[in-house]
């Protein structure tokens, strides 16, 4: 098998993959938090400027989910499919709060009647939580595995999705978001939206730290395959503890008001709660729950060698790319949010 | 065809036709924005920069929808079409990633500076945003083409596996992006687009005309706009006679739908207009004898290949609507340049903007390159079935196997719900931006801040 620097193109695309759905996790993680928030703003001053501190950046912030879902379809198009098709009725939920959410921020400001700016900051802060409970549920199913015969085939149902560890996971996520929001806004705001998010930022914190011990207890007990590495690999061990450690610092920086270090402490438990997903997954891609050889594994879903190295060297050219207009695009908005002309 | 094939091409079909209103618009006036701020620089003068962050507001609107609905595009390959995407992803899957890492990365990132920079950046670093806004859609759209040409014109792979299990894999990328198709069709398609931007500035500026209200504004962008519009829909008639060659080449069937061509070997004729009766496989109306002989090998007596040539299972089966979504698209094309040169003539002879009739059509004209648009991509698309990959898989062989028909109805309607409510909101925001018209620094709009006759490259 072709490989680059020792490592095999599959097992490539899979970290890359990883490290994009990271990247999406914390980028638009964050703005997906300050939607789901956005409703606990009261004043209209106050949720203008919580919608205008993710306003230049949240389209941006976005392209990681097309990144990556293209990403898939490309490295992996057999399991792109068989997702996306499993999952069908969740996606087109999760797409229709998409686009529901990108007009809200967008057609919010057009017009000045109060019922206008009421009408839309609901839509926002709906659709931002469903996004958040979709990608959680979807997730949660996948940890856990889904119904798939010998042939990759789905034999299961739709209401199957709906079961308590997906739920719990779906929960997870969005009080991980919501958090990792209310940090960001932390560092884009002044005054009494300051203070209202201190109290925001302390209670979501303490929600997702009590959601985070409760999934990793559902997980050790309920999903034992996810946490099997662990004793095939002691050292790696190190990683749950780091995560637990990182968590509780996320606490430590809230008490301490030092929000920017939380702010980067929830971005790496995002990030290492993936990997170890990714961990606990590999080499497979999609577990299967009722036959082992239903679950597909990157060997088998890969797309050729040709295709993955050339796409490898589009990566390696691309990537710095987009991080750099990432940085450029954070750096030109950077400080408290001032409402101006332009503002939404 | 069975219910879960209808009803998930209903969608497609319904999802990208509404989604392609929006792309074309964005592209052709980024690229009218770009003119309008670097004349700005170039000159200094306000106009150009009031005219610049007026159309910037209603980019903004026009992207926001484009992107919304371009993400349900790219998650329905794999939701509708899951059999599809694993036959195609080697090859489709790249040129999407490839679309997303060096367009739509760049187009996303520089548009937050573009909306919101206008004072945290240099006048030249916003130009360079809006330049880079520009040009990310630009190539978005060039890899996008290059997806749709390959399911076209298929080269540069191999098929790998039998049956249900059998992938195309790419053996020469470069074969692959540049396939037989990719030229043609993308500039035939980014043309397309800057009519589309380009007569949508016509038109917003002939009724600020009509209506006396900023016509200093609105007859700098009217020159702007009419430049590129006249450029474009002449350069339009070479791309398309461009396209038609090789659809001719490398699509016969579609060809043959085009022009309701049936017999299996006799001269083509060209019609300008007429009807289909596929069942009774005649053509009728008004036609030149042999023109398409002649288009395709110049000579009139030359044998083209007709449907019947072509086995049954293998012929596209809304012959009519192919021919008459073609020769609209014809139709329109001669229009839009027999508009804009008269538009042009009537610039040189300094009567343009008196010409209130004239103006009349151009506030209109903003329909032409959109139902232009449409009806090309429909010819395209429909003239390519019952293939969905020309050639090599069909249609009915893409569909996802885990997805049941009500559900694909049930997000059809949704879909259909929401975009039936989003279109409506759009043309309302739309309308109340053009009322508001732009930002005016001072309230001397009608004495002349600028004279037109300084800008050399806008004038006769």
Known sequence: ?344 | MDNVELLSRIQFAFTIAFHYIYPPLSIGLGVCLVVMEGLYLKTKDKIYEELTRFWVRIFALIFGIGVATGIVMEFEFGTNWAAYSRYVGDIFGSALAAEGIFAFALESAFLGILLFGWNRVSPRVHFMATVLVALGSIFSALWIVVANSWQQTPSGYRIEGKGMQARAIVTDFWAMVFNPSSIERYSHVLIGALLAGSFLVLSVSAWYILKKKYIVHAEAAFRIALWVAAISSLAQLFTGSKSAEVVTKYQPAKLAAMEGHFEKSAPGDMYLMGWVNAKEQKTTGLKIPGGLSFLVHHDVNAPIPGLNSIKPENRPTAINFVFQTYHLMITIGMTLIALTLFALFMLYRGKLFQTRWLMGVFVFSVLLPQVGNQVGWYTAEVGRQPWVVYGLLRTSDALSQAVKAEHVLASLIMFTFIYVMLFGLFLYLLNKKIQHGPDVASDDETSSRMNPSMLPILNE
């Not at chain 1, 960001?184 to 203070?195: G, N, Q």
């Open chain 1, 1 to 344: 098998m072709d490989t680059v620097l020792g490592i095999d193109l599959p097992t490539w695309w899979f970290l890359l993959i990883g490290a994009l759905i990271s990247g999406y996790g914390i980028l638009d993680g964050f703005d997906l938090g300050a939607g789901a928030l956005h409703l606990f703003f009261r004043k209209e001053q106050s949720r203008r400027i919580a919608l205008n501190a993710i306003g230049p950046v949240w389209d941006g912030n976005e392209v990681w989910l097309v990144i990556g879902a293209g990403s898939l379809f490309a490295a992996f198009p057999l399991v792109y499919g068989t997702i996306l098709s499993v999952f069908y009725l969740p996606f087109m939920l999760f797409l229709v709060a998409i686009i529901f959410r990108g007009i809200s921020i967008e057609f919010r400001s057009k017009e000045k009647m109060k019922w206008w700016h009421q009408l839309w900051d609901v839509s926002y802060c709906v659709s931002s939580t469903v996004i958040s409970l979709l990608l959680g549920l979807i997730l949660g199913n996948l940890i856990q595995g889904i119904p798939l015969n010998a042939n990759h085939e789905f034999v299961g149902r739709l209401r199957d999705f709906f079961n308590p560890y997906a739920i719990l996971i779906a929960v997870t996520v969005l009080s991980l978001f919501m958090m990792h929001g209310a940090m960001y806004l932390l560092m884009k705001t002044e005054d009494r939206l300051y203070a209202k998010l201190t109290i925001i930022a302390n209670n979501t914190s303490k929600f997702f730290i009590l959601c985070f011990m409760a999934t990793s207890m559902a997980t050790l007990i309920y999903v034992p395959h996810m946490t099997a590495i662990f004793k095939a690999y002691p050292e790696l061990f190190a990683l749950g503890i780091a995560a637990v450690l990182i968590v509780l610092n996320i606490r430590r920086s809230i008490e301490k008001r030092q929000y920017r270090r939380g702010f980067i402490s929830s971005s790496v438990t995002t990030a290492l709660l993936l990997i170890l997903f990714a961990m606990g997954l590999y080499p497979n891609l999609v577990l299967s729950n009722i036959d082992p050889k239903g679950s597909i594994s990157i060997y088998e879903a890969a797309s050729s060698d040709g295709s993955l190295r050339t796409m490898l060297l589009f990566a390696a050219i691309g990537m710095p790319l987009v991080a750099t207009y990432t940085v450029f695009m954070f750096w030109t908005f950077r400080g408290k949010v001032k409402l101006e002309e332009h503002s939404y």
